[in-house]
C-alpha cells in the first residue's frame, strides 16, 4: 500500500536552532516527492518538487534532500516566521492522486 | 492571480440543515479536488474531478455530493449535516494528473455543525 509517513508530529526549536524533519515513503517508482509548508487556518502552499535520489532544492533557511526511501527538510537557523505545519506528499502510482502525510507541526520559539 | 478561492470561509450548520460549498479555479487546471482536515488525521480525500463533466470518491465520500459545474468550479454539498462533519474544508486543483507542482489549495472553509 503506498503510504506516506512523517516524524516527528512537532517539533519545538529555540531561533537558530537547526534541524531536520523527516518524511518516509513507500511507493513503487516515484514519479516526485512534494513538500508543503501549511499556516494556521490556511491552505497548504507548495514548497518543492523533488524526482530522483540525490536531487536538492533550497529555499531561504529551507533545503529539501531525496534518497530512495525518504526525504529531509534541513531547516537551517530557523526564525519564528518558520513556524508551520510541513506536509510531505507523494503521487501514487494505484490511481495518480497525491497521498499527503500527516505532517509536522514545528514551532520556532524567540 | 486569485488561484483557487473558496466560500465561504466560515459557516456554522444546524445538525440536519444543508449548505453547498463552492469552489473556483482561474489556472485552467482540469483536476479538482475537495478535502477534509481535522486534527490528527492529515488531509483526507472526499471526492475529485479528473477532468470536466466526470468526478468520482475519494477516502471519505459518504455523506457529501458534489458537482463539477464547469471546467473551473466544483461545489461540495452536504445534503443532511451531522456534527462527525465539522471539520476543514479545502478545494484543490492541479494540472492533467498531479503535475509539477503538485496540487494549488484554496484557502480553506471552516465548518461547525452543532
Known amino acids: 500500500e503506498d503510504q506516506v509517513t512523517q516524524s516527528p508530529e512537532a517539533l519545538r526549536l529555540q531561533e537558530g536552532e537547526s534541524s531536520s524533519l523527516n518524511c518516509s515513503y513507500t511507493?513503487?517508482?516515484?514519479?516526485?516527492l512534494f513538500w508543503y509548508r501549511q499556516d494556521p487556518g490556511k491552505g497548504p502552499e507548495f514548497l518543492f518538487t523533488l524526482y530522483s535520489a540525490g536531487e536538492e532544492k533550497e529555499k531561504e533557511r529551507l533545503k529539501a534532500t531525496l534518497t530512495k526511501k525518504e526525504s529531509f527538510l534541513h531547516i537551517t537557523a530557523p526564525k519564528p516566521e518558520d513556524s508551520a505545519t510541513y506536509l510531505c506528499?507523494?503521487?501514487?502510482?494505484?490511481?495518480?492522486?497525491?497521498?499527503f502525510g500527516k505532517g509536522t507541526r514545528l514551532h520556532i520559539l524567540p | 492571480n486569485a488561484g483557487v478561492t473558496q466560500t465561504p470561509k466560515f459557516q456554522v450548520l444546524k445538525t440536519g440543515q444543508s449548505m453547498t460549498l463552492q469552489c473556483a479555479q482561474d489556472m485552467n487546471h482540469n483536476s479538482m479536488y475537495w478535502y477534509r482536515q481535522d486534527p490528527g488525521m492529515g488531509l483526507r480525500l472526499i471526492y475529485y474531478s479528473a477532468s470536466e463533466g466526470t468526478t468520482d470518491k475519494g477516502e471519505v465520500p459518504n455523506g457529501y455530493n458534489v458537482s463539477r459545474l464547469n471546467k473551473r468550479e466544483f461545489s461540495l454539498r452536504l445534503e443532511s449535516a451531522a456534527p462527525s462533519q465539522t471539520s476543514v474544508y479545502f478545494c484543490?486543483?492541479?494540472?492533467?494528473?498531479?503535475?509539477?507542482?503538485?496540487?494549488?489549495f484554496g484557502s480553506g472553509t471552516r465548518l461547525t455543525v452543532v
Open positions: 511507493v513503487s517508482g516515484l514519479r516526485g
Open positions: 484543490a486543483s492541479s494540472e492533467v494528473g498531479t503535475g509539477e507542482f503538485g496540487y494549488t
Open positions: 506528499a507523494v503521487p501514487s502510482n494505484r490511481d495518480d492522486k497525491i497521498i
